[in-house]
Each structure stands twice: as C-alpha cells, then as structure tokens.
C-alpha cells in the first residue's frame, strides 16, 4: 500500500468513526418521543401491530408536538420547548452512563469514557474492514481498498478531483 493511501486511509478513519457520534447527539427521546429523523420505528408504530403506515408516520408528528404541549393550548412556550430539550438531555446522559459507567458508580471517570471511545473505535474500525473486505477473506488487497474508497468517494458527492480529496485511488 502506497504511502499516499496509508495517509488517506488514516485521514478518513476518525471521519468514519465520528459519523455515528453525530448520528447519535441528534437522537433522544423527549417526553419519550424521538426527534426528528432518529424516530425510532415504536414511536411511529402507534396502534402497536409491527407494521407503520403513511397515516401513522404523519400522526407521530402531531403525537410528539401534543406530547411536548404540556398545557394543551396548541402552541409550546419557552418553557415547554426547555422542558422537553432538558428531558432529551437527561435520556442521552442515562444512555451514556449506562453504555460507559463500568463500575456502577454513577459517575464516569476518564477511563471509562477513554474505554467507551476505544470499543466504540474498535467497533468502527471492524465494521469498515468489513465493508472494504469484499471477499470476506480477513484481508483487504489493493484492489478491494480502490473499490472502497471509490465508494466512501461516490457517497460524498463523487470524484471532484483536487477540490474534493487528492484523488488517492488513481495511484
């Protein structure tokens, strides 16, 4: 592997391993609701039978802002808004202790959180071997690394040349 690659590849690791960090700020419940695209499949599936219809994807909407609309007067104040942002920050906090405190302490310390960011860049480092591994041998060749990168690549928008990254691939 060329040095130009080995660089790329180490630019683009922590760019992959953040990814779902920054799926997951977005996500919480409120009020038990997720929000906005994080929606998770319970939440639209309102009469509980496994399958979501077009009227219940619509209805989540409207449940999530009757649920956020403590008072019922069919507008959220400050207050409520507050409120329900404090409950999504509370959900992601119990998640976070739950994921990280090994100890059970209720609290995390620097190596937990370290130990937490190593497994969850461990795990992303397997999953993107995984991916670049076409033939599922537990090796990844030149060639299968040019087909991933080509398509980490066509994701962002294509090869745009020197605009876009250095072009690594071509050799």
Do not use: C, N, Y
Not at 69 to 98: F, H, N, P, S
Not at 140 to 156: G, H, I, L, N, Q
């Amino acid at each position: 592997m060329s040095m130009m690659k080995a660089g790329a590849l180490a630019l683009m690791i922590p760019m992959a391993l953040a990814a779902p960090a920054l799926a997951q700020q977005g996500q919480g419940p409120g009020q038990g609701r997720g929000m906005g695209p994080q929606m998770i499949f319970s939440e639209m599936d309102l009469d509980g039978d496994g399958a979501v219809t077009l009227d219940e994807m619509q209805g989540a909407r409207a449940g999530r802002f009757a649920a956020a609309d403590t008072d019922g007067d069919g507008v959220l104040t400050r207050d409520e808004l507050v409120a329900g942002a404090m409950a999504r920050a509370e959900a992601g906090i119990d998640r976070l202790l739950e994921r990280a405190d090994s100890d059970g302490d209720g609290a995390l310390s620097a190596a937990e959180l370290d130990a937490m960011r190593d497994a969850r860049r461990q795990a992303g480092l397997e999953r993107m071997f995984q991916r670049a591994d076409a033939d599922g041998d537990g090796r990844v060749t030149e060639a299968e690394f040019d087909a991933a990168m080509a398509r980490v690549m066509e994701r962002r928008g294509g090869d745009h040349g020197e605009r876009r990254g250095p072009g690594f691939w071509r050799g």
